[in-house]
């Protein structure tokens, strides 16, 4: 199973979509970002599953029809930052979705994630992770789960991935920096967070218009 996660940087790089899923040919596609008015129901093969509504730049999750039938899906607002209470940007911050694979009739939770940004400390962040992998898991009990999307933490991963595992998730990185416009900021910002997954890389593409660069997940039931 292939997954691409991309923030769209305000909606900019929205055009660059079709080209993207035509050139990767994902199963699912998790959009961050994005201006869910001007989302189309499609991209290329792949179906709009939902997006967040409660802000206008939200999250989105697309799916291969032809390869799963959606479940359930869910929304989910996590503890918000100073920034999110003044600028109130996103209440939502994770968009999640109960799949079953049509081959195998296996269910899988696979979601769009976006912590909080970098004015928000660390601390936050990793509450936001573990809040939002626990409400995940209501989706279906003991299910497969992989969260991907711009996770706003470019140093100090250690801390991060300790939390992670002892949360009974695994972290990934993928194979490059994934944020690019300021030198300062650079690094991976962008990857993956699972349980019951085997991720066997994670892919950092070209940049496009947007400040963040797509990752590529490739994975497979453990």
């Known amino acids: 199973m292939k997954v691409i996660s991309y923030n769209l940087q305000k909606h900019r790089a929205a055009s660059e979509l079709a080209a993207l899923v035509d050139a990767h040919d994902p199963d699912i596609l998790c959009l961050q970002e994005c201006d869910v008015a001007d989302l189309p129901d499609r991209v290329s093969d792949l179906v709009l599953a939902d997006a967040t509504q409660g802000n206008r730049l939200g999250l989105a999750l697309f799916y291969r029809e032809s390869e799963f039938h959606l479940q359930d899906v869910r929304t989910i607002g996590l503890k918000k930052s100073l920034h999110d209470r003044i600028a109130k940007p996103a209440h939502e911050r994770v968009l999640g979705a109960r799949l ?14 976006h912590a909080a940004p970098l004015t928000a400390l ?13 409400e995940l898991a209501t989706l279906g009990e003991g299910l497969p789960q992989l969260m ?3 996770y706003n933490y470019p140093v100090f991963k250690e801390n991060l991935g300790k939390t992670v595992r002892e949360h009974g998730y695994a972290l990934t ?16 910002y962008d990857f993956a967070t699972s349980v019951g997954f085997e991720i066997q890389r994670v892919t950092t593409l070209p940049q496009g218009l947007s400040d963040h660069r797509p990752i590529l997940v490739t994975t497979r039931f453990d």
């Open 173 to 188: 990185m993928s194979d490059d920096h994934t944020y690019t416009r300021y030198r300062v900021f650079r690094g991976h």
């Open 100 to 113: 079953r694979d049509i081959d195998t009739g296996r269910d899988f939770i696979a979601a769009s994630f």
């Open 148 to 150: 991907v999307g711009d």
């Open 122 to 134: 660390n601390s936050l962040r990793r509450h936001q992770i573990r809040a939002a992998l626990t």
